[in-house]
C-alpha cells in the first residue's frame, strides 16, 4: 500500500521560505512519479512539481519556477521527496499535496501540464499561509 506522509508548512510572510517533506512508501513498482500539487480555495488543483523515477528530471509549473526545487532521497525502500519554496508570495497560499502515480514510465512533464488527474495517490496536505 502506497503512503504519503507530509511534514511542512505553516505560516511565513511574503518572501521568506518554507521546507516541505514527503515520506513515500510501498510501491509496487520500481517506476513512479512523484510530486506537489497544491489547492487554494474555489481554485482547481495544480500541480507545481513532480520528478519521475524513469529518468529523474525534475519540472516545475512556470507559476513556481525559480522559486522552488524538488530534491529526493531514497533510504532502505522508503523515498523522502522535499520542496524548498523561497521567494514565497500571498499567491502560494494553498493546501499542498504529496501526489504519486505508479505505474509511471518515462517524463513526468505532463503531470505538470493538463494531467494533474492522473494522480492517484495523495498526502493528507498541509497548509501553506502567506501574509502579505
Known amino acids: 500500500e502506497v503512503q504519503l506522509v507530509e511534514s511542512g508548512g505553516g505560516l511565513v510572510q511574503a518572501g521568506g521560505s518554507l521546507r516541505l517533506s514527503c515520506a513515500a512508501s510501498?510501491?509496487?513498482?520500481?517506476?513512479?512519479?512523484i510530486g506537489w500539487v497544491r489547492q487554494a480555495p474555489g481554485e482547481e488543483r495544480e500541480a507545481v512539481s513532480c520528478?519521475?523515477?524513469?529518468?529523474?528530471?525534475?519540472?516545475?509549473a512556470d507559476s513556481v519556477k525559480d522559486r522552488f526545487t524538488l530534491s529526493s532521497s531514497s533510504d532502505n525502500g522508503k523515498n523522502t521527496v522535499h520542496l524548498q519554496m523561497d521567494s514565497l508570495n500571498p499567491e502560494d497560499t494553498a493546501v499542498y499535496y504529496c501526489?504519486?502515480?505508479?505505474?509511471?514510465?518515462?517524463?513526468?512533464?505532463?503531470?505538470?501540464?493538463?494531467?494533474?488527474?492522473?494522480?492517484?495517490?495523495w498526502g493528507q496536505g498541509t497548509q501553506v499561509t502567506v501574509s502579505s
Open positions: 520528478i519521475g523515477t524513469s529518468d529523474g528530471i525534475t519540472y516545475y
Open positions: 501526489a504519486a502515480v505508479s505505474p509511471w514510465f518515462g517524463s513526468c512533464k505532463p503531470l505538470v501540464g493538463d494531467r494533474v488527474r492522473s494522480f492517484g495517490f
Open positions: 510501498g510501491f509496487t513498482f520500481a517506476e513512479y512519479a
